[in-house]
Every structure is written in structure tokens, then in C-alpha cells.
């Protein structure tokens, strides 16, 4: 009974961070007034996408700009609002150029699989994203290769996406596609 939301707090447009409340079912809030910090790292934090973690608590992953390129980080609170990885996040994907739009499903009883736009081979005389993978499980350790996997590498832009679990637990990255 209730719910946990994640937000992004615009304090200034060049330090923004992440929040977390749980609502229990009557709407009060679980986790002091002003909820729980996610990430408080210099920069900005924006674009999380949250996933239960199956015992009371989520998983997020957003992108964050506190290095040369926008990464992406992660944080697993417990039900009882507190932080379960390191400060402010660990990395999922730290890899040359900008990541961005990552979006969040568990699969499995510990794993989570996440999907995101990457744009490491975007050298400046054109905008060339991909689309690439990882899956992390409930310690937040990556089960593929540092800094994912290539799903859809080809030419054009590839936007909007999202992962969608069926109940048989197979995954499904939706996008739309401007490679013709």
C-alpha cells in the first residue's frame, strides 16, 4: 500500500539533484518531510527511471553530469529510505560521449536490465546515437561488459526508448527509428 516517487530538484539549472518519498497508501510521507537524497553530487542529476527492487525499496538510474560527459548512475534505497549503494550513486555506464534517457525494468528475482542512448561515437560533425544495455543485479554489480552492450548501433537517430517486461518475464527495448 503506496507508492515511491524520485525527483529532480532545480536549484540553480548548474546543480540539480535527486530526491526519493515513499507515500504510504492515506498519502502521508514515510521518509521525513523532505524525502530521502538520491544524489547530491556537484552537477546535475536528471532523466531518473525507477524500478521496485522486490523487497520494499527501488532501484534508479539517471543520467548524471558530474564528469567531462553525462554518465549513468545508480542507487538502490531500502524501504526504510536509506541509501544501500555508495554516495550519490555508482556507475553503470561511464564510457566516452554523453548518455542519456535510461529507462528501468527488473528482471528476475535480483536483476535489473536497463536500456539507454549513447552517443560515444558522436565526434561533433554529426549527432550519431545508439542504443546500449546492461544488467546489474541487486548489489549493483554489472553482469555484461563495463559500460554495456550494443543493441542498435545503426545510422540515423533513434528516439524515444523504452523496455517493456511481459509477465513471462521476456524484455522488449521499443524506439523510434529515423535510420530511412
Not at 24 to 36: A, S, T
Not at 97 to 121: I, M, N, T
Not at 134 to 163: H, M, R, S
Request: charged residues 25%; aromatic residues 10%; proline residues 4%.
Amino acid at each position: 500500500g503506496g507508492l515511491i516517487v524520485v525527483w529532480q530538484i532545480y536549484s540553480n539549472f548548474i546543480n540539480d539533484n535527486l530526491y526519493a518519498q515513499r507515500m504510504d497508501r492515506k498519502g502521508r510521507k514515510r521518509w521525513g518531510e523532505d524525502g530521502v537524497p538520491i544524489c547530491t553530487a556537484p552537477s546535475i542529476q536528471k532523466h531518473p527511471s525507477i524500478a521496485s527492487d522486490g523487497r520494499g525499496g527501488i532501484v534508479t538510474i539517471w543520467q548524471d553530469e558530474r564528469d567531462v560527459y553525462s554518465d549513468l548512475y545508480a542507487q538502490r534505497i531500502a524501504g526504510n529510505g536509506k541509501p544501500l549503494w555508495a554516495k550519490n550513486g555508482i556507475p553503470i555506464c561511464v564510457a566516452d560521449g554523453h548518455q542519456d534517457a535510461p529507462s528501468l525494468v527488473k528482471c528476475g528475482k535480483s536483476e535489473f536490465f536497463v536500456a539507454w542512448l549513447d552517443y560515444r561515437e558522436d565526434y561533433g560533425d554529426e549527432s550519431d546515437d545508439a542504443i546500449y544495455a546492461q544488467k546489474i543485479d541487486i548489489d549493483g554489480k554489472a553482469i555484461w561488459q563495463e559500460n554495456g552492450i550494443p543493441i542498435c548501433t545503426a545510422n540515423g537517430e533513434q528516439y524515444p526508448l523504452f523496455v517493456v517486461r511481459s509477465e513471462s518475464g521476456e524484455l522488449t527495448i521499443v524506439w523510434s527509428d529515423a535510420r530511412g
